[in-house]
């Protein structure tokens, strides 16, 4: 993270006097505090013989600059090991720093910011070193008082993930948290929501890197309800080492929300107007003393969307062909509040306790109106009917979150405590009437069937974790720790029919249910890496006993999986040179079934179109390798990878025909598939002015379903291509453009057809940097739609599904308050996707 502080030339001598003024206290209050580090050394720790010294000086006039503040910072882990002040001359000397790599950063309000790396100290290379004459350059920005403004660019890349800085990402403007995920390189959002990481939905979704039940048995619903204004980064991890939680075949996307870190007492607000009766608010606080770090955000969402859709099927069950024609037509409309709070207190230089919490609350209303013909290809019609629902639900979870972070020997001996308990209660109920039609459209003399069902699903998580981590000499580093995970989810389903005449409602025997579903899962990983001249190392074993319980309540089934399973990891990095790396990666991982693919009671909401779930489904195991290749030359960075995932008992749909027409769609284990792929980034500044991000993904996947029949194998390629432009045409205006597109790709019962689109959007600020204003036009040629066919034994099928996505979104954002430039406190991580990962089932 780059800062800049920026002032108006005009206040510029101003500022400096007070600072000349503050020379004396500023010097007592350093020399103290590096005094103080100094004397608590912990015993057997490296002693601090080691100096820096130089002199700072203004670029374009050659004069002195007093007060720049000079920054040691740990090239092994970026923690601050000192510091110190120029004096008047702009000369200074650090002295009582221990041996080591170190990144100097140089800093002075108005200026850029100065990073001196590979710094080294030690008896070979010496212990003194003349960092000479830096020269800092003055940076002009006309915002009244003195702010500070992150520059961050928008990828960057880490050892072990990539992090995306959403909030330059102008085409998600007004949109939900699935708009944001559809911008990140390699990712995919269906329109359903569902996910999708190198073309596998077989990911696992964090959110500030802690367990969660926040969103039910269903992660699309807190996302298309979370407003991306809420978001400061997404971190997309292919390849997690044995400390993090093994679930997600393809790897984890971590959804951080913004929490702001900068001193004294600041907020920013977002106001969002959009077409089709769509509209957002946020509103964040964050409050930063020397002991307490305190932080609120609110946001507000409705949004109003209509859908349509149309299945064409052949069924070949009996001696005469069926058709099907299905058309529906849809309506839903949304809003939810969610609400984030929380406080760090540093009670110490040791020591960090924090306390959050998370409440989200949302309600919506469904309209659907489905028209169904079945007749023969003769053209001898069977039956038609018109099948209306009016549907209304309404969910509410909370997170809480406590943690204690504590430096045991030195910044690099750490022991952190973390727990959470989270709740989500989601209920809906739809009445559904069902009018038949005569051969011709109209309605029957038969009167219509009404119909009634209800649901109501509760999810409550534990977690307790503990990690440990200590560094073992100059370059190596030992992590282990224990994570306990409890859930508990039960689905109760209620469905009943009503007499037409007498209104008398009856239930429905064979289909009401309950469903409960117990998981415990307890953890123990433990990893090491070592770092030499050029090649860094890493090895890691994580080992799992889980507990499951899937129970029918009523008729009183119960079925049982416990298992033991171990899951390695390695990481071996060789750094070619100062700007390139070369990475070798492997890791197993796990894809546990949810509770939607458990359930064996039927889905009646569509009742030609039924779905179950598979009581006796496995999870599912990959070895996953990568091997990526990255290298930075000037202001152009580019990632290249190819990566291998074999996969065993792979959890697919599996869909069957009955000799009525109805089709069933149920989950079941597949023998297995392989996918190879390679994919690239690029973040490419063209000009000053212009910058791309260009990223591309093709694989090939081997599918093996020869367990379920004995012509489900297939081989399918595909690729994913997605380009992002940004010009600047000043400080004050910017403009962005996102193009899309997946090609087709075959699947084993079928084949999925391509899909585009395009956003616009354009920004202007204003109020001296204070007021922005951005216009986002998001699919702008109304592309965006999902198309498929399906074949198995006794169907062919064509289906076309498209939900509203062309709107124009007004966004108006205001940023206000006192911002001044906090010091991170050392070792402190915040919205880490670490071992205790936030999974979104």
């Known amino acids: 993270m780059n800062c800049t502080y ?45 100096s820096i010294f130089g002199r700072v000086l203004d670029n374009q006039t050659g004069k002195a600059i007093e007060f720049a503040t000079i920054t040691v910072v740990s090239a092994r882990d970026s923690s601050i090991e000192t510091g110190g002040i120029s004096g008047a001359d702009g000369r200074f000397k650090i002295e009582q720093i221990r041996p080591g790599g170190y990144t100097i950063q140089v800093t002075f309000i108005g200026y850029e910011v100065k990073l001196i790396q590979g710094v080294k100290l030690n008896p070979q290379a010496g212990i003194s070193k003349d960092l000479g004459d830096i020269r800092l350059n003055f940076v002009v920005n006309e915002i009244g008082t003195a702010v500070i403004e992150e520059k961050k660019e928008y990828m960057e890349l880490m050892m072990d993930k990539k992090v995306f800085n959403v909030d330059q990402v102008m085409g998600a403007t007004g949109g939900m948290a699935t708009d944001i995920l559809e911008t990140i390189p390699s990712v995919q959002v269906d329109m359903d929501g569902n996910i999708a990481l190198r073309g596998s939905q077989n990911v696992t979704v964090l959110i500030d890197g802690k367990p969660s039940a926040l969103t039910g048995s269903s992660r699309q619903a807190i996302l298309q309800q979370l407003p991306a204004s809420s978001i400061e980064r997404i971190e997309v991890i292919t390849n997690p080492s044995a400390k993090y939680d093994p679930d997600g075949m393809t790897g984890i996307i971590n959804i951080v929300l913004k929490k702001n870190k900068l001193a004294g007492f600041h907020g920013n607000v977002q106001l969002t107007y959009g077409t089709g009766d769509n509209y957002n608010a946020s509103l964040g606080l964050n409050l930063r003393t020397t002991k307490f770090n305190i932080f609120s955000n609110y946001s507000f969402n409705y949004n109003d969307r209509f859908s349509r859709g149309n299945t064409d099927r052949l069924s070949f069950a009996t001696e005469d062909i069926q058709v099907l024609d299905q058309q529906n037509r849809g309506n839903r409309v949304g809003f939810g509040h969610t609400i984030k709070a929380g406080t760090d207190f540093y009670a110490n230089g040791t020591t960090t ?66 727990g959470q308990f989270s709740s989500f209660d989601g209920n809906s109920v739809s009445d559904i009437e069902n009018i038949e039609l005569t051969a011709n459209g109209t309605n029957s003399d038969t009167a219509p069937f009404f119909e009634t069902n209800a649901s109501d699903d509760q999810t409550q998580t534990i977690t307790a974790q503990t990690d440990y981590a200590k560094a073992t000499g100059e370059n190596g580093k030992l992590e282990a720790g224990y994570k306990l995970t409890y859930r508990n989810m039960v689905n109760d389903f209620y469905a009943e029919f009503r007499d037409t005449l007498t209104g008398i409602a009856t239930p429905y025997t064979d289909r009401n249910n309950i469903f409960r579903y117990k998981e415990q899962i307890h953890a123990l990983y433990g990893t090491y890496g070592y770092k030499w001249e050029r090649i860094t190392a890493q090895g890691g074993l994580r080992a799992e006993q889980v507990f499951t319980e899937s129970k029918l309540l009523d008729t009183d089934e119960t079925f049982v999986n416990d298992y033991f399973a171990l899951f390695p990891s390695g990481f071996l990095t060789y750094k070619m040179s100062k700007a390139s790396d070369i990475q070798l990666s492997y890791s197993r991982r796990i894809n546990r079934p949810n509770t939607r693919q458990l359930n064996p009671f039927a889905n009646y909401s569509d009742n030609l179109n039924l779905r179950r779930g598979n009581p006796y489904l496995l999870p599912e195991f990959v070895n996953a390798i990568d091997l990526s290749y990255s290298i930075k030359k000037e202001s152009t960075t580019y990632i290249f990878s190819a990566y291998v995932h074999d996969v065993n008992q792979v959890i697919r749909r599996f869909k069957t025909i009955d000799t009525l027409g109805v089709s069933t769609t149920r989950y079941e284990n597949q023998a297995g598939s392989q996918n190879i792929g390679i994919e690239g980034v690029v973040n490419l500044e063209v000009a000053k002015w212009w910058a791309l991000n260009m990223s591309f993904n093709g694989y090939r996947v081997n599918n093996d379903g020869t367990n379920l029949e004995s012509d489900l194998s297939n081989i399918a390629y595909s690729w994913t291509s997605r380009v992002m432009s940004t010009m600047k045409f000043n400080n004050a205006m910017q403009l962005q453009a996102t193009a899309f597109y997946r090609a087709p790709e075959n699947t084993v019962q079928g084949r999925m057809s391509e899909m585009y689109f395009i956003d616009l959007a354009y920004k202007v600020s204003f109020f001296k940097g204070k007021g922005s204003l951005t216009v986002n036009l998001r699919d702008v040629f109304d592309t965006r739609q999902f198309s498929f066919s399906s074949f198995g034994r006794g169907f062919e099928q064509e289906s076309l599904r498209k939900r509203e996505s062309r709107n124009l979104f007004v966004s108006f954002g205001w940023r206000f308050g006192k911002l001044e430039a906090g010091r991170e406190r050392r070792g402190r991580g915040e919205g880490n996707s670490d071992g205790g990962g936030m999974e979104i089932d």
Request: glycine share 8%.
């Open 6 to 50: 920026s002032i108006k030339p005009n206040h510029r001598n101003t500022v400096l006097k007070l600072f000349l003024e503050m020379r004396t206290l500023l010097t007592a209050l350093f020399t103290l505090t590096v005094f103080t580090v100094g004397a608590q050394r912990p015993q057997g720790e490296r002693p601090p013989i080691a």
């Open 353 to 418: 306790f924090n306390v959050s919490g998370t409440y989200n609350i949302s309600e919506d209303e469904d309209n659907d109106s489905v028209f169904n013909k079945l007749s023969y290809t003769t053209g001898e019609f069977l039956s038609a009917f018109d099948r209306i629902s009016a549907g209304a639900g309404n969910r509410n979870g909370y997170d809480l979150t406590a943690g204690m972070r504590k430096e045991l020997r030195g910044k690099d001996h750490l022991w952190t405590i973390d």
